[in-house]
Antibody, heavy 118, light 111 residues
Framework: QVQLVQSGAEVKKPGASVKVSCKAS????????MHWVRQAPGQGLEWMGR????????NYAQKFQGRVTMTRDTSISTAYMELSRLRSDDTAVYYC???????????WGQGTLVTVSS | QSALTQPASVSGSPGQSITISCTGT?????????VSWYQQHPGKAPKLMIY???NRPSGVPDRFSGSKSGNTASLTISGLQAEDEADYYC???????????FGGGTKLTVL
């Protein structure tokens, strides 16, 4: 069965960077785009971007351009999302999610809480 | 402010039907058949309920249905059950700079 297992919670200071991992299993990792979505406490879902695990090509939401980097390591079926120059309003649960078809997200990781606090 | 507009809350009694709307523009909901709906229980990851406007993934009860008219998509839940109480989010592909936009979410209360 498809599983996405994310790395554990992080606490970072403002200005630092965080890198969240998402290990995939149960399917061909390079066959499906991986998206990243975040959710601030008590707030809605926000799309950050996606990566093509086969080519490494990325598309980022304009809001995060210049601060986010999505990468992958096909040898271990793992996708990564790194966010730099963290601010307090980056405090959120970060999810990786695999697509079904084109733009719907059918499988989700368990989420990684990133807390940005001085 | 979210790109797609949803009501903040809806409610219904067990057995009733409810509909949640999701209003966008011709650049997203109205222009593409890539509307999805997600259910999220507190503390859990979202779950895909509807994809490409009206398709249900396997395992999703047929009480859940989706549709679209113009720039507005809708999720209908018939025969409401207690376990349907959750937050629901719509999303759409968009030709704007962000590729995917979400609605602000709708809290469904089963009375």
């Amino acid at each position: 069965q498809v599983q996405l297992v994310q790395s554990g919670a992080e606490v970072k200071k403002p200005g630092a960077s965080v890198k969240v991992s998402c290990k995939a299993s149960g399917y061909t990792f390079t066959g499906y785009y991986m998206h990243w979505v975040r959710q601030a406490p008590g707030q809605g879902l926000e799309w950050m971007g996606r990566i093509n695990p086969n080519s490494g090509g990325t598309n980022y939401a304009q809001k995060f351009q210049g601060r986010v980097t999505m990468t992958r390591d096909t040898s271990i079926s793992t996708a990564y999302m790194e966010l730099s120059r963290l601010r307090s309003d980056d405090t959120a649960v970060y999810y990786c999610a695999r697509v079904r078809g084109s733009w719907s997200l059918s499988y989700w990781g368990q989420g990684t809480l990133v807390t940005v606090s001085s | 402010q979210s790109a797609l507009t949803q009501p903040a809350s809806v409610s219904g009694s067990p057995g009733q039907s409810i509909t949640i709307s999701c209003t966008g523009t011709s650049s997203d909901v109205g222009g593409y058949n890539y509307v999805s709906w997600y259910q999220q229980h507190p503390g859990k990851a979202p779950k895909l309920m509807i994809y490409e406007v009206s398709n249900r993934p396997s395992g999703v009860p047929d009480r859940f249905s989706g549709s679209k008219s113009g720039n507005t998509a809708s999720l209908t839940i018939s025969g409401l059950q207690a376990e349907d109480e959750a937050d629901y989010y719509c999303s759409s592909y968009t030709s704007s700079s962000t590729d995917v936009v979400f609605g602000g979410g709708t809290k469904l209360t089963v009375l």
